[in-house]
């Protein structure tokens, strides 16, 4: 958030700024999307919703469950949400109480952290590094004494992705000892190798948490999902509305034709896999070459331990002096991060290009 904050007032500076800090999609959502937004607005009165969501798009993510992964999901299962992140408070509010112990993988997404800290649960580091891809494994969970288990696959920061196999075999082990699981599969649909399976192809006994921001663009029309496990339904139905009544209703309009975009979508994952590789190619090419296996979403997570031992420091001055914005480490990881940079190809191949010649400029002067 520093990085963004500051290469904003480099901006408004007139400076240039290489974006590769953003952890969002530099486009539009689907235009199908944009044209529903305004038939919402003329054809609704838009008032609160049904605590759950609409109908109709609550039918509409089952429908791209039938599509996408050849799974039915019974309606009732399935809970619109003010992003992935209304998501999880509902999903930890729903399934942990205060002195749960959580499992995560660190380096991971700053906000499961974050938001189990603030409701008094317990977080147990589960330290990851390329021998498993930087994703948790079930001998490293097993003995931890665990009420729940986070996984995210593809995962922020490193991108890298949970085999099938592997997401089965966390989630049969979880459901065999009434662990709970929360799946973060905001990033399905955004990936380059291998395949992405959904948790609930293997068990429904824990969360998938799911949303319209990355693959789908619609990160500022705050719309997600969750499916939530049957004998959990009321009570995430009860805390929807006391919380928030209902999600946003012109974005729950608007989200019900994002299932007709697929094309617009598909075309910008084309686009991220063209500067993954330009990207990919140029840091090794700049000596920057222990690279976590960006197998998804729109992450490089760069070890630049050879560079640094402040990622903090050097983000700043890498920005400064280079004008390329990236994300340090430690924003994900508070051991390990002061040597790992993340950097995001999800803006356009232009700033790619142009990032690479100002970063062997900085490297290289
Ligand atoms: C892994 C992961 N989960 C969840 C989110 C939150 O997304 P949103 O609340 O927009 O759905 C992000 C955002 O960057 C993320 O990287």
Redo the contacts with the bound molecule.
């Keep these: 958030m520093k990085v963004l904050a500051a290469a904003a007032r480099r901006r408004r500076a007139g400076g240039v700024v290489w974006d590769l800090a953003a952890?969002q999609p530099s486009t539009a959502a689907p235009e199908p999307v944009r044209r529903a937004a305004h038939a919402a607005l003329d054809g609704h009165i838009l008032g609160y919703t049904e605590a759950p969501g609409i109908e109709p798009l609550r039918r509409a993510i089952a429908g791209h469950y039938r599509n996408r992964y050849e799974m039915d999901v019974d309606v009732d299962n399935v809970v619109v949400t003010t992003?992935?992140?209304g998501g999880f408070l509902l999903a930890f509010l729903a399934a942990f109480d205060v002195g749960s112990r959580i499992g995560l993988a660190r380096p991971g997404?700053p906000?499961y952290r974050n938001i189990l800290h603030a409701l008094g649960c317990e977080v147990v580091d589960l330290p990851c590094g390329p021998g498993t891809r930087y994703q948790p494994t079930v001998g490293m969970v097993e003995n931890l004494g665990l009420d729940g288990l986070i996984v995210?696959s593809p995962?922020?920061p490193t991108g890298t992705m949970l085999e099938p196999g592997e997401l089965d075999a966390l989630a049969s082990w979880c459901a065999g000892q009434g662990v709970r699981l929360v799946s973060?599969e905001?990033?399905h649909g955004i990936t380059y190798a291998g395949r992405t399976s959904s948790s609930w192809q293997t068990d429904r006994s824990g969360f998938v948490v799911n949303?319209f921001?990355k693959y789908f663009s619609m990160?500022g029309w705050r719309i997600?999902w969750l499916l939530v496990p049957d004998d959990l339904i009321d009570v995430v139905d009860a805390l929807v509305g006391n919380l928030a009544i209902c999600p946003p209703a012109p974005a729950q309009y608007a989200a019900v034709a994002a299932f007709d975009g697929y094309a617009e979508c598909d075309a910008h994952v084309h686009r991220y896999a063209h500067n993954r590789g330009l990207l990919l190619n140029g840091l090794r090419e700049l000596g920057i070459d222990r690279l976590a296996p960006a197998d998804g979403a729109f992450y490089v997570y760069a070890d630049i331990g050879h560079l640094t031992d402040d990622s903090a420091e050097f983000a700043a001055r890498l920005l400064a002096q280079a004008g390329v914005a990236a994300a340090p480490g430690v924003d994900f990881d508070v051991v390990d991060g002061h040597r790992y940079i993340r950097f995001s190809f999800a803006g356009s191949t232009r700033t790619i290009e142009g990032a690479l010649v100002a970063l062997e400029q900085f490297l290289r002067p």
């Design positions: 952890g992003g992935s992140s997404y906000a995210a995962a922020n973060d905001i990033y949303s921001s990160t997600g």
